[in-house]
């Protein structure tokens, strides 16, 4: 409800009144949970963050290769910016935050990056990704599945796995090594 609010508000404008009310709990008891409002925003980045956290350790353990894991990536990535806490992580801005929680944010986000260029090596080592700057190829990804969370609407025409499949297969074709993009 929180990370709704914020998107529709702002998080300058959404009060915890307000989160409260859309909650059904008074004010003092959304206090007991989280002492302040950046501790609810810090905890709507984090339900996003833990949630591609558990989808790269999975890709990680598939044994897939570059192309596919890479794939899978863009799926599970696409399909969380079709969600609250995906669009969260990029409609609010996190210098909102207090020093050391945007140092935590911007450190999650480094590690998403990190990922990405991984895969992108992997993929390179296999030979199922053509050689490229992993750097610009990593910028194009997350930018592609970073603005779903701006334009996403739960009532739009595209499923979340609509959007995971028609994501995978547009970013992914032009870094395949093979004609048909590689397996995975």
Not at 22 to 43: G, N, Q, R, W
Not at 54 to 76: H, Q, T, V
Request: glycine share 10%.
């Amino acid at each position: 409800m929180a990370a709704r609010l914020f998107i529709e508000r702002g998080y300058n404008r959404a009060t915890l009144s307000d989160v409260a009310e859309k909650l059904h709990v008074t004010k003092p008891a959304l206090y007991h949970y989280f002492p302040s409002k950046e501790d609810i925003l810090l905890e709507c980045y984090r339900l996003g963050n833990e949630s591609i956290r558990a989808e790269i350790e999975r890709i990680d353990a598939g044994g897939a290769c570059g192309i596919g894991k890479l794939r899978d990536f863009i799926r599970s990535y696409a399909r969380l910016m079709a969600t609250d806490h995906g669009a969260i992580l990029v409609r609010v801005d996190d210098r909102e935050l207090s020093p050391g929680p945007r140092a935590e944010v911007r450190g999650w986000k480094r590690a998403i990056d990190a990922a990405i260029r991984r895969f992108m090596r992997d993929g390179v080592a296999d030979r199922s990704v053509r050689p490229c700057d992993e750097r610009a190829a990593a910028l194009v990804i997350g930018g592609a599945l970073n603005w779903i969370g701006h334009w996403h609407r739960p009532d739009g025409p595209m499923s979340q796995q609509e959007i995971g499949e028609q994501f995978a297969d547009l970013l992914t074709r032009g870094f395949a090594a093979s004609a048909l993009g590689g397996s995975g």
